[in-house]
């Protein structure tokens, strides 16, 4: 609506004193607060909250809550899953209440440059403003009601209504205005605090105090984001490994031990949390006490007026109940928090708890499986002794001896082994792949070596070789002076013809050399010690041949019959051992054409340890044909003794 000049200059006038009142009342406002209420001076004084301060303490809280989400590992125990959801709970009220004192402490956070540049504080342009905004409405009223009166009013009436609305609309147009005015002087004073606290040129909020609010509640959203909130508990943990190898209980108590250390680790970090907490608290708690006291002293003034000072007003008590619920909305936030940091402590120290009786539990049964280990492993080696002596004492025989020995050996090896791996090992499963490969790559790598192993038990079997025994094996014949498990050694044998005699070189085989096919080996028959020799006599066409031959035969059968019980002896034993007759050993004569005409062949056997025989008997040959002229023209040569066994 529109008014004329007239009007307008007596809503001015009539405004004036509206105006002079706000402004008294306001200058009052700040000359009562600094006479009357010394505590509130005290209060400004105290060391009052800061940004940095507080968004220093939500950086912290932040960072614990990543911390509470991430560092504990669970063990398995069915009640991780509770003690989680409950530390993650309790992270995420402390977050909460954090941030909603953080974003309540703004009005309080001090700014010096705007105090600085108006005559008025920024609680007294609020409290003017509300004042404004509420005769406002008043008037807004007061001129609905005088509409109300002028529709229904006499034509006598009307005129005086109406100069009453013109009036009040100047004052509410005035009231507008200044409304206006304050909200402007309002939002410059807080875009210049804003500024100053920063350190910024430019009066823009978008880096200040609340926009770093917002920007750290945006590294966190599935505490605020309701769409992000995961329903229900959290996943649950990997299942307790009930496993009873050692191994397996070994790696539990690392497990445990690692976090039960991330647990201490915490609880330190909630004490120091809860310790800034309550620092923050402090100057809020004492400006909440000295608010209450400052109340008592104005009741007090309100009931005992002093003379010379004025008696407090509503407005008043009003702006000391703004107050009061300014510093109780930072302080019961900040309250709430150490209450949730109280409750995650004791949450954190339950499933400590928790976590220290099964890692106790583990650690005795680790103690008992490795007592029961050493114990067993000494019986083994109680057993290994005794074997050893009975064996010494009843057993005279070397060899047999040496294999008894290499059977407790094995045997004992193998039961250690056995202990070991079902002590230490539980998942058969995985171990039974495992060994797949490292056998698989073993066979491959040392194969030569696995092949001598396995050779030596062929070795030492009833065929085998043994110490004494004289073999031929890869052109090399000698005695054997001992068997190993991967290799066997002879003192080697050369001469010529049938004298052989020690060289004094070892020769060392493997034992897989008994699996190749090029290198075949020759020894005795187990229990004989003899082998077969043959003389020979080249003749002459023209001789009489079966002098020859008779004459050889009985130089040799008289030689023969000196150690013929012997031969015989070894002859049937070896009989009844194999269950098989064997051919009576004794000479044999032939006759034998060659490349250089006909021979007479006497085969004969004779003992491997006395080849004094062959010297014996070429001698007898040689004085047998010298003496006798017939046998002497019989034979074109003298008699040859050679080995009847090739190799």
Aim: net charge neutral.
């Amino acid at each position: 609506m529109r008014l004329n000049s007239p009007t307008r200059f007596r809503c001015a006038v009539l405004s004036a004193p509206l105006i002079a009142f706000a402004v008294s009342l306001n200058s009052s406002h700040i000359v009562q607060a600094q006479t009357q209420n010394p505590s509130q001076n005290q209060i400004q004084k105290a060391a009052p909250l800061d940004d940095d301060q507080i968004l220093h303490h939500l950086n912290n809280v932040i960072t614990w809550y990543r911390h509470i989400k991430t560092q504990i590992q669970p063990v398995g125990l069915p009640t991780d899953v509770v003690y989680q959801a409950n530390a993650e709970r309790l992270a995420s009220d402390v977050v909460n209440s954090a941030f909603k004192s953080a974003e309540n402490a703004a009005p309080l956070i001090p700014n010096e440059a705007t105090q600085s540049s108006t005559p008025v504080s920024r609680q007294n342009l609020l409290k003017l403003r509300a004042d404004t905004a509420a005769r406002n409405t008043q008037l807004g009223t007061q001129i609905d009601q005088l509409n109300s009166k002028i529709a229904s009013a006499s034509q006598r009436n009307v005129k005086t209504l109406t100069a009453q609305r013109d009036q009040l609309q100047g004052e509410l147009d005035l009231g507008q205005s200044m409304l206006n005015a304050l909200d402007q002087l309002t939002n410059i004073s807080d875009q210049r605090s804003q500024t100053a606290a920063k350190g910024q040129p430019s009066p823009s909020n978008a880096n200040g105090f609340q926009s770093s609010i917002l920007q750290l509640k945006t590294s966190i959203p599935e505490v605020f984001d309701t769409k992000n909130k995961p329903a229900g508990f959290p996943q649950a943990p990997q299942a307790l490994n009930t496993s009873s190898g050692l191994i397996s209980k070994l790696r539990r108590l690392y497990d445990q031990s690692i976090s039960l250390h991330q647990i201490d680790t915490l609880v330190v970090e909630t004490n120091q949390m809860e310790d800034f907490v309550n620092a923050m608290r402090a100057p809020l708690r004492a400006q909440m006490k000295a608010t209450i006291e400052q109340g008592r002293v104005l009741s007090a003034a309100g009931d005992n007026p002093q003379p010379g000072q004025p008696a407090p007003v509503k407005q008043d008590f009003d702006a000391l109940a703004a107050k009061f619920d300014q510093i109780a909305s930072v302080e019961v936030p900040l309250s709430q928090e150490v209450q949730a940091l109280d409750e995650s402590k004791a949450n954190l120290g339950d499933w400590r708890g928790s976590i220290s009786q099964e890692y106790g539990s583990i650690l005795r049964d680790v103690f008992i499986r490795v007592a029961i280990i050493v114990g067993i492993l000494g019986l083994l080696l109680l057993v290994s002794d005794l074997w050893k002596r009975v064996t010494f004492r009843y057993v005279s025989d070397q060899r047999r001896r040496r294999q008894f020995l290499i059977m407790r050996r094995f045997v004992i090896g193998f039961l250690m082994g056995l202990v070991f791996i079902l002590g230490f090992v539980s998942e058969f499963s995985a171990l039974a792949t495992f060994a797949g490969f490292i056998t698989a790559g073993l066979a491959v790598g040392l194969q030569t070596i696995l092949l001598s192993v396995a050779a030596y038990f062929f070795l030492i079997g009833r065929y085998g070789i043994r110490v004494g025994d004289r073999i031929s094996i890869a052109g090399v014949t000698g005695d054997v002076v001992d068997v190993g498990i991967v290799r066997f050694y002879l003192l080697e044998l050369a001469g010529t013809g049938i004298d052989l005699h020690p060289t004094g070189r070892i020769v060392a085989f493997s034992n897989s050399v008994l699996f190749q096919a090029t290198s075949p080996m020759f020894r005795q028959v187990p229990g004989t010690d003899y082998t077969w020799h043959e003389i020979a006599i080249s003749l002459n066409p023209t001789g009489n041949h079966e002098i020859v031959e008779q004459s050889m035969m009985e130089v040799i059968q008289s030689v023969y019959k000196k150690y013929q019980p012997i031969l015989d002896r070894q002859q049937s034993t070896i009989e009844r051992r194999f269950e098989i007759p064997f051919t009576p050993l004794k000479p044999r004569s032939q006759l034998q054409l060659t490349d250089t005409g006909l021979e007479a062949v006497v085969r004969y056997p004779v003992s491997l340890r006395n080849n004094v025989e062959a010297d014996e008997i070429a001698r007898s040959l040689i004085d047998l044909i010298a003496n006798r002229e017939e046998l002497k023209a019989s034979v074109s040569g003298l008699p040859r003794i050679r080995a009847a066994i090739r190799g």
